[in-house]
């Protein structure tokens, strides 16, 4: 157990609708980084927060948002889906800025059917 | 551009040494990392290294690090059937992203 929560492990759905990933990071981290795992992008970084405030943006779709809540969890919402959607979403944590590395989660996969 | 590039595949026979091989991309990334990911798992931290360093071993890994051709290696000694793995390289960029490699399969045979 790494520490970093995600929930749900799986989840299937249909296009066009939305699902919210949810993530616990490592007790004591402040940041939390969502990536996106997919055979034809690979590891590919979405969005960070640090704080409660996002902190930075990759090649995150207009489709999608996120936030971190003042408990630090942190939600993705992914909308609108679309079968290329499919993919493992996982979220990882750290301390502060990821020196150190981050911890990841064990991730959600999301199948869009 | 970001892309840290590494082989796709390596088949080691138990107990030999493994090598991967990655070259990354940013001179001024202060922290190069490899990552294990095991079937139906998130991705492990192996290890790190920090830029100023050429070398850093740690049990049965050891890392190199050329700066000046930005190549970035894992060796992993004894390789076991455990070690069967995807192991991505990664690198800092403009301090707080981590940009992976593909990734490298490694399958240790009998």
């Known amino acids: 157990d790494s520490g970093v929560t995600q929930t749900p492990k799986h989840l299937i759905t249909a296009t066009g609708q939305r699902v919210t990933l949810r993530c616990s990071p490592r007790?004591?981290?402040?940041?939390v980084y969502w990536y996106q795992q997919s055979l034809d992008q690979g590891l590919q970084f979405l969005i960070q927060?640090?704080?409660?405030?996002?902190?930075a943006k990759g090649n995150i779709l207009e489709r999608f948002s996120a936030q971190q809540f003042p408990d630090l969890h942190s939600e993705l919402n992914l909308s609108s889906l679309e079968l290329g959607d499919s993919a493992l979403y996982f979220c990882?944590?750290?301390?502060?800025?990821?020196?150190?590395?981050?911890?990841f989660g064990s991730g959600t996969r999301l199948t869009v059917v | 551009g970001e892309d840290v590039e590494q082989s796709l595949f390596l088949s080691v026979r138990e107990g030999d040494s493994s090598v991967i091989n990655c070259t990354y991309t940013d001179s001024s990334s202060t922290y190069l990392y490899w990552y294990k990911q095991e079937p139906g798992a998130g991705l492990q931290l192996l290890t790190y290294i920090f830029s100023n360093m050429d070398m850093k071993q740690d049990q049965r890994l050891t890392v190199l690090l050329n700066k000046k051709d930005k190549h970035l290696s894992l060796r992993i000694a004894d390789t076991q059937t455990g070690d069967s793995a995807i192991y991505f390289c990664a690198e800092i960029i403009n301090d707080y992203k981590l940009s992976f490699g593909a990734g490298t399969t490694v399958t240790v045979r009998a």
């Open positions: 007790s004591g981290d402040l940041s």
């Open positions: 990882a944590s750290s301390v502060g800025q990821s020196a150190y590395g981050y911890t």
């Open positions: 927060y640090y704080n409660g405030e996002e902190r």
